[in-house]
């Protein structure tokens, strides 16, 4: 699926056309022990940005369950991005960037570069997500930290790039020049 191509090919407009997961990766969350804030913020702010809800998971700091809510969301749900929120710190429980090991077919580097890089502006603690990004199929999965703040933080240094990023991935043929212009 293309977002908007125009008449002349071109692609990188409003990305209503592109569906988009939220999975939560949280142990206290499945224990029960601390409402999820972050899902909700990301679903908020893609629903807002013209971006199509289909799947919201919350699940334990395990690799097993972060592969399948990833895998169900793009092979069941459709999803053509997926974000997720947590498990990226450093602390043992922090699976989530070895969990990418088991479902990226190609990393995206620079992602969760302009990530860090923008979040270091902020705060010196940046430096401890270990988020990655990276392409699965055709779709487009992003780490964000697990708190509120740092997953929007984190998320508003890379999301202009999305709609471009998933055109390309779906094969479009859009000039990336025209693009730069502007
Ligand atoms: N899903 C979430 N919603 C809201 N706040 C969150 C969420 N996940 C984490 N946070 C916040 O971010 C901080 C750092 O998250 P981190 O995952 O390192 O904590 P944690 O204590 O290991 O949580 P958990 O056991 O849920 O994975 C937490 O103290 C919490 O305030
Ligand atoms: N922009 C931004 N990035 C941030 C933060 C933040 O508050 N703002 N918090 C950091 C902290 S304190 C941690 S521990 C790591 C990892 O968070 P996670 O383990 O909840 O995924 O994200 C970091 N990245």
Same mark, same amino acid.
């Given at each position: 699926?293309? /977002? ?18 939220? !999975? ?13 804030? /972050? ?6 702010? =893609? ?15 395990? !690799? ?39 479902? =990226? ?5 620079? !992602? ?28 487009? !999965? ?19 790039? =999305? ?16 693009? /730069?212009?502007?």
């Amino acid at each position: 699926m293309q /977002s908007n191509p125009d008449q002349s090919g071109q692609t990188g407009g409003p990305p209503g056309g592109y569906r988009f997961a939220v !999975i939560t990766m949280s142990d206290k969350g499945v224990r029960g022990e601390r409402q999820d804030t /972050s899902g909700p913020a990301l679903r908020e702010l =893609f629903e807002a940005a013209g971006y199509r809800f289909c799947h919201y998971a919350l699940v334990a700091d395990a !690799i097993p369950a972060i592969v399948a809510a990833v895998t169900t969301a793009i092979d069941r749900d459709r999803a053509d991005l997926v974000l997720t929120t947590g498990g990226t710190g450093v602390s043992p429980s922090d699976v989530t960037p070895e969990a990418m090991d088991q479902l =990226f077919d190609r990393e995206i580097p620079g !992602i969760a570069e302009a990530m860090r890089a923008a979040s270091l502006a902020i705060t010196p603690q940046a430096v401890l997500s270990r988020g990655r990004a990276g392409i699965r199929g055709q779709s487009l !999965i992003v780490n964000l930290p697990g708190s509120r703040k740092a997953a929007l933080e984190n998320v508003a240094a890379v999301m202009a790039a =999305f709609p471009h990023a998933l055109d390309k991935i779906k094969g479009s043929p859009a000039d990336c020049a025209t693009l /730069s212009k502007q």
